[in-house]
T-cell receptor, first 115, second 113 residues
Framework: DTGVSQNPRHKITKRGQNVTFRCDPI?????LYWYRQTLGQGPEFLTY????????KSRLLSDRFSAERPKGSFSTLEIQRTEQGDSAMYLC?????????????FGNGTRLTVT | SQKIEQNSEALNIQEGKTATLTCNYT??????LQWYRQDPGRGPVFLLL?????KEKRKERLKVTFDTTLKQSLFHITASQPADSATYLC????????????FGAGTRLAVHP
């Protein structure tokens, strides 16, 4: 179990640029989640994949955000035309199991700073 | 709208004492509740799960209670150690919700030697 891996750890970009983050979940996990966390707040749900299917997107995920999980393995989260309000920690988590309450295994996140 | 409240102020306690953290929620009917620990610059780490039909769960020095009438969970760390210093997050989930969790803002715990 090598854990959930996220890259890059930090990203600084200028407003208006596009950024892409990558998440490699624990290999046998079929469920993958993206969350966003700002300072002093808990993680907020963004989107969920079961295998390669994206089954839910939060209203927080504007049309500038897109996530993919080709072949049900790694996932990418892209933000187009970044805004300063996008500055946050983007967390990926994975889990396995048929039950709803399987614990989430989080990566250490990608911290995005938009200047 | 649904709301989860955790002690907003940091909790400072002396080593060896029991730390008690509170999680209250409104406008939500969770099927289960999970507690996570988060260290600065790191992702949350799962600690305990308690289901709506369970009153109490224990794991080593950790104990969690769940009162669906009061809409409250209490998280206890007994014989606390400086290494327990971290932010503790409670998270609620619904049945059929594929573990889409709603998190509280967390409570920062500082255990002093």
């Amino acid at each position: 179990d090598t854990g959930v891996s996220q890259n890059p750890r930090h990203k600084i970009t200028k407003r208006g640029q596009n950024v892409t983050f990558r998440c490699d979940p624990i290999s046998e996990h079929n469920r993958l989640y993206w969350y966003r966390q700002t300072l002093g707040q808990g993680p907020e749900f963004l989107t969920y994949f079961q295998n390669e299917a994206q089954l839910e997107k939060s209203r927080l995920l504007s049309d500038r955000f897109s996530a993919e999980r080709p072949k049900g393995s790694f996932s990418t989260l892209e933000i187009q035309r970044t805004e300063q309000g996008d500055s946050a920690m983007y967390l990926c988590a994975s889990s396995f199991g048929r039950t709803d309450n399987s614990p989430l295994h989080f990566g250490n996140g990608t911290r995005l700073t938009v200047t | 709208s649904q709301k989860i409240e955790q002690n907003s102020e940091a909790l400072n306690i002396q080593e060896g004492k029991t730390a008690t953290l509170t999680c209250n929620y409104t406008n939500y009917s969770p099927a289960y509740l999970q507690w996570y620990r988060q260290d600065p610059g790191r992702g949350p780490v799962f600690l305990l799960l308690i289901r709506e039909n369970e009153k109490e769960k224990r794991k080593e020095r950790l104990k969690v209670t769940f009162d669906t009438t009061l809409k409250q969970s209490l998280f206890h760390i007994t014989a606390s150690q400086p290494a327990d210093s971290a932010t503790y997050l409670c998270a609620l989930g619904r049945a059929g919700g594929y573990n889409k969790l709603i998190f509280g803002a967390g409570t920062r715990l500082a255990v002093h030697p």
